[in-house]
Every structure is written in C-alpha cells, then in structure tokens.
DNA sequence: TGCGATTTGTCCGTATGTATT
DNA sequence: TAATACATACGGACAAATCGC
C-alpha cells in the first residue's frame, strides 16, 4: 500500500490557493519571510501576480498551521520565535513522539523497520553533502517515521502542524551555525532503540533526544 | 489575571468572518449540519446574507480546526464520524490529558484548584438541570482547566482543535440519547485525584475515564 | 458516454472600516 | 486632528471542474 502512495499520487497542489500556500511557506522556511515580518496582502498579490482572493485564504491557511499569525485589521505576520514557544515546542514534540512511539511498539515490523532504516541513511548521508534545506527534510522525515507508522490519522495531522514549527526553528539554527551538528551518536542510539525491545528505554532516550535538540537550536537563537 | 480575561474581554468576532465561523460551528454542534452534509457556498451566502468572499475564509478555518473537510471543485462537507476516528480522538485525549497533568502537577495550588471544583460544581449542577449545550460546555470547561493551568500555549492551542471534534461527537451522544449520563462518580474522583498527591494514580485514571468516554459515545453511535 | 446545469475557484473594481503616522 | 496605508467586505463576472441526467 505504500506503494500506491508513492506511485499514483495526484497532480500537487492543483488549486492556487495550495500553490500560494507552499510558496509562502518555502519562503518562511528559507529564511526570505524573517519571523515577526509583515505580509501585506496588496504587495504579496502583486508579486505573486495573483488576485487577494487565493492569497488570502492560504494565508489564513498558514495562520491554522501556526506559521503566520494575524490580528484584525492589522493583517499577517510570520510567527516571532521566543525561548519560551521553542521550549513549548520541544515539550509538545516529547509528548507526542512518546506516545506516537507506545502506539507503533507492538506495530513494528521488517518492513517498516527497513523503512526507519532508509530515512536514516538517508539522513546520514545529507548530513555530510547535502544542502541546508534537504538536511532539514531528511531530518523530519526521519522523526516522521513513527508517526507515520502509527497510521493514526489524528496524530499524524498533529505532528503535520508541530512539524512546521520545528522546520523553522530548525532553519535558523542552520542559517546562523551553517553546522549540521554533531549528533550522530543520538540519531543512531534513537534507530537502534527503535528496533530494541524496551519500550522504556526509548521512551526515555527521546527525553534526551528531545532536550540534546531543544539547547542545540536554542544556543542558535541567542 | 483571570479576572481580567472575564471582565475586559473585547469585543468577539470583531470580523464578519469570526461571526459566520461561529455561526456554522453552532450549526454543527447543534446537530443542524451532519456530519457529512455538504455545504454549498452560494447558499449559505444567501442564507447568512454576506458575501462568499469572508464565508470562504470562515470555511477554510473550520477545515483546519478539523470540523469540515474540503477537496478542490467539490466544496466543503462537515467531517465524517466514524468508530476509528473516534478511537484517534479518545486516545489521543488520553495522551495530551496525561501530558498536561504531568505539567500541572507542580503547578497546583489553592487557586487553580478552586478553580477546577468550581468547575466541578457547575458541570454537576447543569448535569441535573441544564440543556444538552450547556451540559457539553461544562464538559468541556471541566476538562479544559488542566490545559488552560499549564498555561502552555502550544498545548492549548492543540486542545482547542481536538474539543470541537470532541463537542461533535459528544452532541451526536446527547442527540441521540438525551441522557446526560451517570459518570458523576468518574467525574468526582477525577476531581479528587487531580487534588491528591499521586501523578500516577491521576494518570492511569485517565485511562480509564477516556475509555469509559469512548464506550459511552461508541454505544451512541451504532 | 456525452451534455447541460451546478458549484467551486479566481479575478477585479469599488467601498468602507481600522490602524498608524 | 488629518492623512495615508491597509485590511475587510461586497458583487459581478468568467473560467474550470464536478455532478446529474
């Protein structure tokens, strides 16, 4: 069936609406739209030769999935970075990759063992000829994987918002460092106790994982 | 400080589009759009008397709140119920309630935990005399006060998405019953627990107060 | 299968309300 | 206080896709 995912996956984004959306959000994410910058609706259409109608509702998109922010009649701005969100941040994704990962335990098999093992590969290898933004892909997909084996569709949409965040933190510690980190030790601890037997010791290594993150990006911000 | 959110609390739904979002998720609530019901713009336009323009953009943030779902040229629908959606939807509450108890633990003191009695109270009293809408906020509130007291805002805001799934499915349970169920002894030592000395105990009684949610809201549904 | 009707997606011009200076 | 910039809202129009017969 992953299969069938990957093969016949329908034309992206066939509206504008979700073209200017990914558009946005690329340029969120590459540091073009720095955070707290204003968006205004009027010089955006203009660059992106669209009317205000699309533009608008994917802006509002962006809004739901915590990129922007807006207030009334004081538009759109992307979402300012804090110590304090970042260390939401990093509580909120411990929680739901421990609980993503209690949910998956019994749901290990070959197969999707196989599959952690290809994203972690291939996040080895990005790590030392790829570029900043694949890096981060790898990185993501990577931690993906065990919300996607879950198959728990609730959770997945969850980690969907929470994984957007952790992209733009995760942008400027790259933009500022140009270090892809020296955390080999983790991510390999992180894929061997995903294949272990104690759902205990992973559980609590994502603690370390988690907090090992939360100072590296936060030692980028300041 | 929660004085001030009840007393200056401005003026809602300044925007057209706030008020019309407001209005169709009472709808939905209210049982007037089904789950699964199509909704067609130029009617409701008519209908609420407003332009499709703010209505397209109240539309959108209900799909991403999860209370409509949306596909390309086919419109806007309120989201299908089904058994493993709320399967996804109980055990996910179980995980978020369990986090945020964990950080509330500490956390506790005289105020906010008269603050949850009060809670209390007034779900047992609307239990025996109020209508079905004012019971399911109060089921809500209820429940709301661990997350509010974290005062984690990455957390509430998730909570915010999962209660108005979990107004929807608990409107489907009153509608079709019309009872207003004898948990009052679940209810009272979730209270009790929440006000004792043990993390754990709260924590595994969550288990059983999701689950015993679930059976009852399963059993309404089929 | 096709064809017409319906509905969504998009554009544009205009008017009004709000924030900012 | 006034002026400007901008967000909000309207309504008509048309293209594109879907739906129903």
Same mark, same amino acid.
């Given at each position: 069936m992953n299969k069938h995912e990957n093969i016949l996956r329908p034309i992206e984004d066939r509206t504008l609406r979700a073209q200017v959306r990914r558009q946005i959000l690329d340029r969120v994410l590459d540091g073009?739209?720095?955070p707290g910058e204003k968006l205004v609706e009027t010089a955006l259409s203009s660059q992106l030769q669209i009317s205000r109608s699309p533009l608008r509702e994917a802006l509002r998109e962006l809004v739901d999935q915590g990129i922007l922010i807006s !207030?009334?009649?004081?538009?759109?701005r992307v979402r300012p970075v804090s110590e304090t969100d970042l260390k939401e941040l990093y509580s909120m994704r411990t929680a739901l990759e421990k609980f993503a990962f209690s949910v998956v335990w019994p749901l290990r098999n070959t197969e999707n063992?196989? !599959?952690?093992?290809?994203r972690y590969k291939r996040l080895m290898a990005v790590r030392t000829d790829g570029g900043q933004a694949s890096a981060i892909e790898c990185e993501i997909s990577f931690h993906s994987w065990v919300y996607e084996t879950t198959e728990h569709g609730l959770l997945i949409s969850h980690w969907e918002r929470l994984s957007n965040l952790v992209r733009i933190y995760m942008s400027m510690h790259h933009n500022l460092h140009g270090s892809r980190g020296p955390f080999?030790?983790?991510t390999t601890l992180y894929r061997d106790l995903a294949n272990g037997d104690s759902l205990d010791a992973m559980q609590s290594?994502?603690?370390e994982h988690m907090a090992q993150g939360f100072d590296s990006v936060l030692s980028a911000m300041k």
């Amino acid at each position: 069936m992953n299969k069938h995912e990957n093969i016949l996956r329908p034309i992206e984004d066939r509206t504008l609406r979700a073209q200017v959306r990914r558009q946005i959000l690329d340029r969120v994410l590459d540091g073009q739209f720095k955070p707290g910058e204003k968006l205004v609706e009027t010089a955006l259409s203009s660059q992106l030769q669209i009317s205000r109608s699309p533009l608008r509702e994917a802006l509002r998109e962006l809004v739901d999935q915590g990129i922007l922010i807006s !207030e009334p009649y004081k538009g759109f701005r992307v979402r300012p970075v804090s110590e304090t969100d970042l260390k939401e941040l990093y509580s909120m994704r411990t929680a739901l990759e421990k609980f993503a990962f209690s949910v998956v335990w019994p749901l290990r098999n070959t197969e999707n063992l196989d !599959e952690l093992d290809n994203r972690y590969k291939r996040l080895m290898a990005v790590r030392t000829d790829g570029g900043q933004a694949s890096a981060i892909e790898c990185e993501i997909s990577f931690h993906s994987w065990v919300y996607e084996t879950t198959e728990h569709g609730l959770l997945i949409s969850h980690w969907e918002r929470l994984s957007n965040l952790v992209r733009i933190y995760m942008s400027m510690h790259h933009n500022l460092h140009g270090s892809r980190g020296p955390f080999a030790d983790m991510t390999t601890l992180y894929r061997d106790l995903a294949n272990g037997d104690s759902l205990d010791a992973m559980q609590s290594h994502l603690d370390e994982h988690m907090a090992q993150g939360f100072d590296s990006v936060l030692s980028a911000m300041k």
